[in-house]
């Protein structure tokens, strides 16, 4: 350990932040090594890594999860941190290049995603409050402010305040779709989703949020808002919490030159270790079953029989194969297999897992065989759906090898993958899925033991990233992303879902989009 490197004032802030320095120096080795790139082999496919369903299939795993879905306690957990301000990034810039010309008119005509805002302006279902704070603000309605050409004021508005203030909010708290009643927040449609397919026996209805701690309030008092009115529409009872990323999963910035970044008063830099820091959020949870689905991806309710329809096929498949492995985790623990039996959970996890045995299995005893297999179903469980690709961004579903050479399902990001090696460029290219986050996760073992989620993150995940602070160069680290390296070991099941039940926000002039409008 070099504690050359750390003051004792470094020493201390490790100390408040729940970390080592030993952890800190491990993270800066990892910037001197540099992440190794995901040895993918081949794209997870239909019949090859993706379990496509007919529809009496479909039938049957809905009704299973219905049936089952008593037995556990059921969360659904929805990463909804930090502000939407990439969401409004063309906005940001539009407003910008007017403030910078002194207010004026001398700003070119708006253009791309700017021009198709203001618009489609009075179809967002946040018009109608824009249109209020202009009419304050202006003495002018949002429709004879666009009339005459004042878009600077409108999209300022929109930001900053006084006005909306969206450029600072979280995506969970703009309004999203609109109903004869009010609009509605993404964080109200997934209060609504919660309650159709996540209900607990008597009404409940958990859900879990992270988001960013200026945030917590903000969070707190949309939903005392809206608590009656969902409560009564959906006959449950909410069970809302909320989580900040921890202090001690912030990671350590470094400069050009691997060592620590400095700010001017001489302390370290340190950053949100991104979403994959979110996997001790969800350890801390003590619940059986979490869905896990984006802040964003969501849809009005005329549209969400499919989304619901889906998550509890999900939901069917993870009871069904749960409770399938926790058949042959019991017999294992009681000594029960006999070699007939052993050869049948092989092929239950070779073949409906799709665990490929590791190198040598054959070969080993029937004692070791059992030992080896034991390992390999004795670990978390995710069942995630899959969309075909029509051009979405996002990671996919690939089979990828370990350091040594065995193979499992994982969903890889594009960063992750070399792309200027040809033999990786064209296994991407022939990927026909990609992932929308819409995951259902069994955390327990079969003696009703939580597993602790942290002991299978693949470290080599991360990633390098080049960011500034107060005009300085740094390196940034972030990670194993959540449903990426942090759950790199859990078993994995690919299930192939329409692309309907996929509907995500990443700017503005997605709200724009017929299935956030129209209806």
């Known amino acids: 350990m070099n504690y050359e490197l750390f003051t004792p004032r470094d020493l201390e802030e490790f100390r408040k932040r729940g970390i080592t320095p030993e952890q800190v120096e491990a993270q800066l080795a990892l910037f001197r090594r540099g992440f190794p790139f995901a040895d993918i082999r081949r794209p997870a496919t239909p019949g090859d890594g993706i379990l ?6 479909k039938a049957s795993l809905e009704q299973l999860y219905e049936r089952r879905k008593g037995r556990y306690r059921i969360t659904k957990f929805v990463p909804a941190s930090g502000a939407a301000s990439r969401m ?6 539009y407003h910008e290049a007017w403030a910078g010309k002194g207010r004026s008119a001398g700003v070119p005509e708006p253009a791309g995603d700017v021009k198709t805002f203001l618009e ?5 279902a946040f018009y109608e409050v824009l249109d209020k704070h202009l009419k304050e603000k202006y003495g002018l309605s949002a429709e004879e402010m666009r009339q005459a050409g004042r878009y600077g004021e409108i999209i300022e508005t929109v930001l900053f305040l006084p006005g909306l203030n969206y450029g600072s909010l979280p995506k969970g708290l703009i309004l999203f779709h609109r109903y004869d009643e009010g609009s509605r927040t993404a964080f109200e449609e997934h209060l609504a989703e919660g309650a159709l397919y996540a209900a607990r026996e008597d009404g409940s209805v958990y ?5 960013s701690p ?3 309030e903000a969070f707190r008092a949309r939903m005392n808002e809206v608590r009656d009115l969902f409560e009564k529409r959906y006959s449950v009872h909410y069970h809302v919490s909320y989580s900040v990323q921890k202090p001690s999963t912030d990671t350590v910035a470094a400069t050009p030159d691997d060592h620590p970044f400095r700010k001017d008063d001489g302390s370290i830099l340190f950053r949100p270790g991104g979403h994959g820091a979110l996997i001790v959020n969800l350890n801390d949870l003590s619940d059986d079953i979490l869905f896990i689905k984006n802040i964003d991806n969501v849809v009005p309710d005329r549209l969400k029989e499919s ?3 889906y998550k509890k096929v999900l939901g069917g ?3 069904d194969l749960q409770e399938r492995i926790y058949e042959w985790l019991r017999k294992m623990d009681k000594g029960l297999l006999t070699e007939a039996s052993l050869a049948e959970a092989v092929a239950f996890a070779g073949g409906e897992l799709m665990i490929p045995m590791p190198e040598g299995f054959d070969a080993l005893s029937s004692e070791e065989k059992q030992k080896s297999l034991y390992d390999l179903l004795h670990r978390p469980l995710r069942v995630c759906g899959m969309v075909r690709n029509e051009g979405e961004p996002g990671g996919g579903p690939f089979w990828v090898a370990d350091g ?5 399902l994982q969903i890889v990001e594009s960063a992750q993958i070399d792309m200027n090696d040809p033999e990786k460029r064209k296994i991407v290219e022939g990927s026909t899925h990609f992932n929308p986050v819409d995951l259902v996760c069994s955390v327990k073992d079969h003696r009703g033991e939580k597993f602790d989620l942290r002991e299978y993150i693949d470290p080599d995940t991360f990633f390098i990233s080049q960011k500034s602070y107060d005009g300085k160069e740094l390196q940034a680290l972030e990670l194993p992303g959540l449903w990426n390296g942090a759950m790199a070991r859990w078993t994995t099941l690919f299930v192939e879902v329409p692309a309907d039940t996929f509907n995500p926000v990443k700017t503005v002039v997605d709200l724009l989009r017929p299935q956030h409008t129209e209806g």
Do not use: I, M, Q, Y
């Open 214 to 216: 200026e945030h917590r």
């Open 317 to 319: 498949v993870l009871l």
């Open 207 to 211: 859900l879990h949020f992270t988001v």
């Open 52 to 57: 496509t369903l007919s529809e009496e299939e």
């Open 404 to 408: 040594r050479g065995r193979l499992s």
């Open 120 to 124: 489609g302006l009075e179809r967002f």
């Open 88 to 93: 409004f990034k063309s906005l940001f810039a």
């Open 307 to 309: 989304t619901v329809f």
